[in-house]
RNA sequence: GCCGAAGUGGCGAAAUGGUAGACGCGCCGGUCUCAAAAACCGGUGGGAGUUAAUCCCGUGUCGGUUCGACUCCGACCUUCGGCACCA
C-alpha cells in the first residue's frame, strides 16, 4: 500500500485482470511490432532511454507515459510509429556496486535491466522489444570502437594531457559526484587535479555549425544554453614580448575581446596550471608560486570562476613587454585564469575589466584609463568602465571611439606582426576517457616500437575481460588485468600494451537512436538503409538536464558521421520537447538520494491507466512538479465513471426529439475531439484529460435528462473511448469491445471532429467599463460589431458605471468583448 | 558565481494581451445506510453586504507600457535544472 490516503483501491473494471490481459494478448499478437515495409509514413518517436540503476522511479514513469502517449497519438493519427526503448547500460554506478556488494557489474546491471522491462511493461507502453538496444553488450559497444576508428583515422579523435580528480590517499581518479567539498568521498582526503594523458574528440571542429538551430525545431530556451555553452566570441590574439628570458619562445600570446584597450594593460596573468609558469617564475618568487598552484589545484573549477569570492594571485618576478607601447608589466598568476580557454593567459587590463580591475585594487596595481566613458571627468574609476568611449592614453589611436579603435588597432597588430584576429569558444574538445573497468575499451594498443597504435577493425571488438577483479586499490580493473593490457602489436607483432581507459558513456548515447532502426545489425553501428529511412527522429522527448551535454554530443556525433560519408542528414533529433523533472520533497529522485518513489506499488493498487492519467494530469508535462499521490484517487474515480457510462445500455434512450439536447451533446463531443486533439499534439495532456473529465460529466447530465437519442450517445461513447486510448491503453481497450469497436483500440485511426458541429450558436459577450467586468450578455456568435456595441451600450449595469462620465471609446474584441472607456 | 527556467485559492493547476481560478484533490452540506466506508447530488479565492442585489481586494515584490496585464518591459526576492568524470 502506497499510503492510506488510497481509498478507491478497487477499480470498477478490475484493473487487476485487464491490464496482464490486454499486456499479454497484445504481445502475443504483435500489436505494436513495428514493420520498415509498412507504407504510412514513417513517424520515429524516441524518447531518452534511461539508465538501468535498479527501479524505474515515479519520475521515469511521468516521461515515458507522456512519450508514449503521444507516440500512441501519432500512430492513431496514420503514422507508422518507432517507439523503442533500450538501456545506457555502461557506467559508474554498476562498478560502484561492484566494489561495495562484490557483484559484477555485468550482473547487476542486467539483474536490474530484467527488473526495468518487467515495469515498463506493467506500464503499457507501445515499444516494440525486438528493437531493444542494451549499450553494455560486445554487439552493441564493437560499434563505439569501429565509430572511435573512424574518428581516430580522420583527425577527430586525439590524445593529450587534461587534468583529473586525483585522491592521493586511494590513489585514484574520482568522479566530480565523489568530490564532496573538496574531499574524496571514501576517505575524506583533499582532492586534487592532476594532469594525465586523456583521448578526446574534436568537437570544437563542430562549433560554429552546431551553433546554427535554424534545423531543428527545439526549444528556445535549449538553443539559447547550447550557444551560451558553446560561447563563441570573436576577438583577437596578441603576443606579448619575453625574449629577455632567452626561453624557446619569443613571445606570450594572450586573447581578448577587447583589443581596443590594449594600451591600459598593466599586467598579464597566467593560469597556475600553465606550463610557462615555472620557467618564468624566478628563484625568489618560486616559493610562493608553488604554493599558490598548490591551492590552485585544490579548486573546482566553479570555485576559481566565481566572482564573489576575492581575487587572489601572486607575481612570478618575471616581465613581458607590450608591443604597443613597450612598456614592461609584470606577470602574475592567478586561479581565475584557466588553461582550458583562449590562450590560457590574459592581459590585465584593470580600467576596463572588472575582474581585473579588483585583481588590481587588492595587489595595488596600476589601473591606466585608455577608453574614456562619454562624460568623464579625468577623475578616479570607481569600478571597471566596460562601455564604449573615447580612446585615450593609446597612442596614435587617439581620439578614435573605442569602437573604431578595436578594428584599427587589430589592423595594427595584424600588420606588425604581432597577432591576429581570433575566434575561441568556450566549449572545449570532449574528453572520452575515463580510467575504469565498467564502458567501452578504447581500441588503442601502445607499442614499444610503433608508438600509439589503431586496432585494426577487423580485431574488434576489444572485449571487456570479464574477469577483472574490483578493488579498492584505485587502479582502474583494467589496468590490473595483465592478460588484457598486455598484447601484440598489430603492426609490428612486437610486444604491446592496450589503453586501458574505457570511453564516456554520452558515446554510448551519441548515436543509440541510430541503432533501433536495425538493432541487430553485424555488419555496421547500423544498416545505412533503415537508418536513414527512419532517421532523423521526428521527435525526442527527455529531461531538459542533457540540454548541453547529451544534445551537444549527439548533434556533433551525426554531423561528424555525416561527414565522414556514413549518414545523410544533419541533425539527430528534428523536433525536441522536455518534460519537466518529478521531484521528491524539493529533491531530484535518485537513487544515491535514497528519495526513489516506486511505481510499483500504486500499479499494484490502482492500475497503471490510473497512475498514467495522475501523471499526466498533475500538471503540464514540461514543468513536471513536487511528487505527492493527494488527488490519484480522483483519476480512479473519473476512469471508474467512465467505465459505468461504457455499462449503460444506450438502447435505453431510444430516439429523442429533443434537437436541441442532441446538438448540444454533439458540439461537446466534437469541442472535445478538436480540444484534446491540439493537446496531444503539443504534449497538453493535463488540459486534454481535464476536457475528457468535463465530456464524460457532460455524457452523465445528459443521460440523467434523458433528452439524447442512443446513436449521439453511441458516437460519443466511441469517441471518448478512441481519445482515452493514449492515456489509459489497458481500459481503453477493454471498453472498445463494450461499445462495439473491432480489436484492437490501438489500430483505430484518431476521431475527427467537424468544424461546423463544434462551433457554438450562441456566445457570452463580456461587457466591461474601463478594463473592469461589468456585464454578460448573451448573444448570437454571429452577432454584428454594430449590434454588439449597441447591446453593450444600452446595458442597465454600463449605464450605472458611466453616468455623469462622457463615454471616449468602444473597444469591440469581435466574439469576446466590448470595453467601454468613460471618465 | 555563471547559464537556463519557474512563482496564481487550503493543495495540483487553468487562462500566454480580453470573464482570473476550467478540471481535479481536499473541505463543508445533503442523499443512501442500523452505522460507517464507497458512490451520488450541491457548495467552496478573501472581505463588505439583509443567506440578496451589488461593491471592493486578489496571480512572489516594486515600478512601467496598454482602453485592458497572470500574460509584455525593467529591477529585485525565492525555488528548481545545468556547469564539462552522475547519466
Not at 596600476?366 to 570607481?382: F, N, Q
Not at 587502479?475 to 592496450?498: I, W, Y
Not at 518534460?579 to 529522485?589: A, E
Not at 440523467?704 to 473511448?721: C, I
Request: net charge negative.
Amino acid at each position: 500500500m502506497a499510503t492510506e490516503t488510497m481509498q478507491a483501491s478497487r477499480t470498477a473494471y478490475g484493473h487487476r485482470d485487464i491490464e496482464p490481459k490486454w499486456g499479454e494478448r497484445w504481445e502475443r499478437d504483435g500489436v505494436y511490432t513495428v514493420s520498415d515495409d509498412d507504407p504510412r509514413p514513417k513517424w520515429y518517436e524516441l524518447h531518452m532511454y534511461p539508465y538501468p540503476s535498479g527501479d524505474l522511479h515515479i519520475g521515469h514513469w511521468f516521461a515515458m507515459s507522456g512519450a508514449d502517449a503521444h507516440a500512441r497519438f501519432m500512430r492513431m493519427k496514420g503514422f507508422n510509429v518507432l517507439h523503442p526503448m533500450g538501456f545506457d547500460a555502461f557506467g559508474l554506478n554498476a562498478e560502484n556496486a561492484a566494489i561495495k556488494s562484490g557483484v559484477h557489474p555485468y550482473r547487476w546491471t542486467m539483474s536490474n535491466i530484467e527488473n526495468m522491462r518487467r515495469q515498463l511493461r506493467s506500464m503499457g507502453a507501445m515499444y516494440d522489444w525486438d528493437r531493444e538496444v542494451v549499450t553494455c553488450t560486445p554487439d552493441y559497444y564493437r560499434w563505439n570502437q569501429w565509430l572511435f576508428l573512424q574518428l581516430y583515422n580522420n583527425g577527430l579523435a586525439y590524445r593529450d594531457g587534461a587534468p583529473v580528480n586525483w585522491c592521493p590517499s586511494c590513489q585514484t581518479v574520482l568522479a566530480n559526484e565523489q568530490v564532496i567539498n573538496g574531499q574524496c568521498e571514501r576517505c575524506d582526503s583533499p582532492v586534487i587535479q592532476r594532469e594525465m594523458e586523456q583521448w578526446f574528440f574534436s568537437i570544437t571542429k563542430y562549433a560554429d555549425e552546431l551553433l546554427d538551430h535554424s534545423k531543428i525545431d527545439w526549444p528556445e530556451r535549449i538553443n539559447l544554453m547550447q550557444t551560451n555553452w558553446i560561447g563563441r566570441s570573436e576577438g583577437v590574439e596578441v603576443g606579448f614580448d619575453i625574449s629577455e628570458y632567452g626561453l624557446d619562445q619569443d613571445s606570450i600570446d594572450t586573447f581578448t575581446t577587447r583589443i581596443d584597450t590594449v594600451f591600459g594593460v598593466t599586467f598579464i596573468v597566467l593560469a597556475p596550471e600553465h606550463p610557462l609558469v615555472a620557467k618564468l617564475t624566478t628563484d625568489e618568487q618560486r616559493e610562493a608560486v608553488e604554493e599558490y598552484v598548490e591551492q590552485a589545484r585544490r579548486q573546482t573549477e566553479i570555485e576559481r570562476l566565481s566572482t564573489e569570492k576575492e581575487k587572489t594571485g601572486v607575481f612570478t618576478g618575471a616581465y613581458a613587454v607590450n608591443s604597443l607601447n613597450g612598456e614592461r608589466v609584470p606577470i602574475l598568476v592567478a586561479d581565475y585564469v584557466l588553461l582550458s580557454y583562449g590562450t590560457g593567459m590574459v592581459m590585465g587590463v584593470p580600467a576596463h575589466d572588472q575582474r581585473d580591475f579588483e585583481f588590481a585594487k587588492k595587489y595595488d596595481l596600476p589601473i591606466r584609463v585608455v577608453i574614456a566613458p562619454p562624460d568623464w571627468d579625468g577623475s578616479e574609476l570607481e569600478e571597471a568602465f566596460i562601455g564604449e568611449g573615447t580612446q585615450v592614453n593609446s597612442g596614435e589611436f587617439d581620439g578614435l571611439p573605442s569602437s573604431e579603435g578595436m578594428e584599427r588597432i587589430a589592423d595594427h597588430v595584424e600588420e606588425r606582426g604581432l597577432g591576429g584576429r581570433a575566434v575561441n569558444y568556450k566549449m572545449r574538445d570532449w574528453l572520452i576517457s575515463r580510467q575504469r573497468y565498467w564502458g567501452t575499451p578504447i581500441p588503442i594498443v601502445f607499442c614499444d616500437d610503433c608508438g600509439e597504435v589503431a586496432v585494426p577493425e577487423s580485431y574488434l571488438p576489444v572485449l571487456l575481460p570479464d574477469d577483472a577483479e574490483f578493488l579498492p586499490t584505485g587502479d582502474s580493473p583494467l589496468a590490473l588485468h595483465q592478460e588484457f593490457v598486455n598484447t601484440t602489436c598489430p603492426d609490428c607483432g612486437g610486444p604491446a600494451k592496450r589503453e586501458t581507459d574505457t570511453m564516456d558513456t554520452f558515446v554510448d548515447s551519441s548515436w543509440y537512436f541510430l541503432r533501433y532502426a536495425s538493432p541487430t545489425y553485424h555488419d555496421g553501428p547500423f544498416d545505412p538503409v533503415a537508418a536513414m529511412e527512419w532517421n532523423p527522429v521526428d521527435q525526442y522527448t527527455g529531461g531538459v538536464e542533457h540540454a548541453v551535454m547529451h544534445l551537444l554530443y549527439a548533434r556533433f556525433f551525426v554531423k561528424a558521421m555525416r561527414d565522414l560519408g556514413l549518414l545523410d542528414f544533419d541533425e539527430p533529433f528534428v523536433r525536441l520537447v522536455n518534460q519537466g523533472t518529478i521531484v521528491f520533497n524539493s529533491q531530484k529522485m535518485s537513487k544515491s538520494r535514497g528519495n526513489v518513489i516506486a511505481p510499483d506499488d500504486y500499479v499494484e493498487d490502482v492500475g497503471a491507466d490510473v497512475v498514467r492519467t495522475y501523471l499526466m494530469f498533475m500538471g503540464p508535462w514540461e514543468q513536471g512538479g513536487d511528487w505527492n499521490d493527494n488527488g490519484i484517487n480522483g483519476m480512479a474515480r473519473w476512469t471508474n465513471r467512465v467505465w459505468e457510462l461504457c455499462q449503460r445500455d444506450a438502447d435505453e434512450l431510444g430516439e429523442s426529439s429533443d434537437e436541441a439536447a442532441v446538438g448540444n451533446l454533439r458540439r461537446a463531443l466534437h469541442k472535445t475531439i478538436r480540444k484534446v486533439s491540439e493537446d496531444m499534439e503539443r504534449f497538453k495532456f493535463n488540459t486534454g484529460i481535464a476536457a475528457m473529465m468535463e465530456f464524460s460529466n457532460t455524457l452523465n447530465q445528459a443521460w440523467q435528462a434523458g433528452n439524447v437519442d442512443a446513436k449521439v450517445w453511441r458516437e460519443s461513447m466511441r469517441g471518448l473511448v478512441l481519445m482515452m486510448s493514449p492515456i489509459t491503453p489497458f481500459l481503453a481497450e477493454e471498453l472498445w469491445g463494450q461499445v462495439g469497436g473491432e480489436y484492437s483500440v490501438h489500430q483505430q485511426p484518431w476521431p475527427e471532429w467537424d468544424e461546423d458541429l463544434a462551433a457554438d450558436e450562441m456566445i457570452t459577450l463580456v461587457v466591461q467599463v474601463n478594463g473592469k467586468l461589468r456585464d454578460r450578455i448573451e448573444v448570437p456568435a454571429d452577432v454584428s460589431e454594430e449590434d454588439a456595441r449597441a447591446v453593450a451600450l444600452a446595458s442597465d449595469r454600463v449605464k450605472q458605471h458611466t453616468e455623469g462620465k462622457a463615454v471616449r471609446r468602444v473597444i469591440y474584441v469581435p466574439g469576446r468583448l466590448v470595453n467601454v472607456v468613460a471618465g
